[in-house]
């Protein structure tokens, strides 16, 4: 295939793969989802379910394997500027709220959903089979089971607060800065993770070193890009910020890769570098969020290709448990620990169910792990599975604890009027 040729394929592929998100996108908005849900429906079944059913050779031929390479670095890139929007929304959400209930909203969410994790990763160990359990060190594999039933999707939680009219009030803020706070430690504990699979100790003491280093360079310049003359240049050159601004992802992406870090630690450290709160600043940081935006639904197609190709098929009985786990720990275990905390019964449910929202930010865990080998292709797509679940129950959920609670409410008006 000729240089020009393979342009006019990618370009006829990704625009393809890219209508596909759009209509995911709007068919999740006419269901009351969060867009993300249906971008990863339609990414995860378009070429591997429909088009491999209809055409048992549609991938060799539709998308042969220089194609493909080239889509999955487009999607790869999409992900990480993505990903520079959602380190930059961490730091204005954990501005948002000084309050002595975070303490019990972060351990409503945190403790019951390690412990759901470490059960469901020993018992994969003990009772899964070699197509859940890979090649990886037991310690990587546990931790990232307790990651997959622990983590919180700030972005979509922001979305689903903003929809739902919840963000200024004290729910809505305490279940995002609890989430920014237990992500945090997911993408701490995902470094070690791993460190761990790539090589044992020396693995994580290398991981500690380049992840230190790079928090200490992100303060630095972070610091430099406070400086007034940078705050000027920057609001009168928003658009030559934002290339600036993703190329420097995009490099730092792959810088942490070499030095053994995934490149969602790039991506996050030029997020991190960005100052909160400028109002110079959040015009670059949404359009290169946005177009990471637009690119994702390839990256979706390029890793649904590649699961479903190393997958033996639907794990339903593992994902059944891993989302009844993931529901129970979130939702139960967040209820009783709030209302022991001094939330009402309304309030805690809300929490729980927001904080079971799990949406891109478990889909980017997931696929660092898989990408590392820690995770089996059959066991990525069970959490995928669970990660979708979870995070379509949000909606009709909230909707239903309203309508329940309007009813207590007037239930008792009408018992103090009688």
Do not use: C
């Amino acid at each position: 295939m000729t240089g020009l040729l393979l342009a006019g394929h990618v370009l006829v592929a990704g625009a393809v793969m890219l209508l596909a998100g759009l209509i995911g996108r709007r068919a999740a908005r006419a269901v009351g989802q969060p867009t993300v849900v249906g971008e990863i429906v339609v990414g995860m079944l378009l070429g591997p379910a429909l088009l491999g059913a209809l055409w048992p050779d549609a991938r060799d031929t539709l998308l042969p394997a220089r194609v493909l390479g080239v889509l999955r670095e487009v999607g790869h890139a999409g992900l990480v500027l993505f990903l520079v929007g959602v380190a930059h929304e961490l730091r204005l959400s954990g501005e948002r709220l000084r309050d002595r209930a975070i303490g019990w909203t972060t351990a409503a969410t945190l403790v019951p959903s390690v412990l759901a994790g470490l059960a469901f990763g020993l018992g994969l160990l003990r009772f899964g089979g070699s197509e859940f359990v890979g090649p990886a060190p037991t310690s990587a594999f546990v931790l990232m089971m307790v990651l997959a039933l622990t983590v919180s999707a700030v972005p979509v939680l922001a979305r689903v607060l903003a929809d739902r009219g919840l963000t200024g009030t004290r729910t809505g803020r305490l279940a995002m800065t609890a989430a920014v706070i237990v992500d945090a430690l997911a993408w701490l504990t995902l470094a070690v993770a791993l460190g761990i699979a790539k090589g044992g100790s020396d693995g994580i003491v290398s991981a500690a070193v380049v992840l230190v280093a790079g928090l200490v360079v992100t303060l630095l310049v972070r610091r430099l890009l406070r400086q007034d003359i940078v705050t000027r240049l920057v609001g009168r050159a928003p658009w030559v910020t934002a290339v600036l601004l993703a190329a420097a992802a995009l490099a730092a992406a792959a810088a942490a890769e070499t030095w053994g870090l995934t490149a969602i630690f790039g991506a996050f450290l030029v997020g991190l570098m960005v100052p909160a709160g400028s109002a110079a600043w959040d015009p670059p940081v949404r359009r290169i969020t946005g177009a990471g935006l637009w690119l994702v639904p390839i990256f979706f197609v390029t890793t649904g290709l590649k699961v479903w190709t190393g997958s033996g098929g639907v794990p339903w009985l593992v994902a059944g448990v891993a989302t009844g786990l993931a529901v129970l720990a979130k939702i139960g275990g967040g209820y009783l620990v709030s209302r022991w905390g001094g939330e009402d019964r309304a309030d805690a449910l809300r929490l729980g169910v927001l904080l079971n929202t799990r949406g891109l930010t478990e889909i980017v865990l997931l696929q660092a792990g898989y990408s590392a080998g820690v995770l089996t292709a059959t066991l990525y797509l069970a959490l995928l599975l669970m990660a979708l679940v979870t995070t379509a129950l949000t909606g009709p959920l909230l909707t239903l604890i309203t309508a329940r609670a309007g009813a207590a409410r007037e239930e008792d008006r009408h018992v103090v009027v009688g």
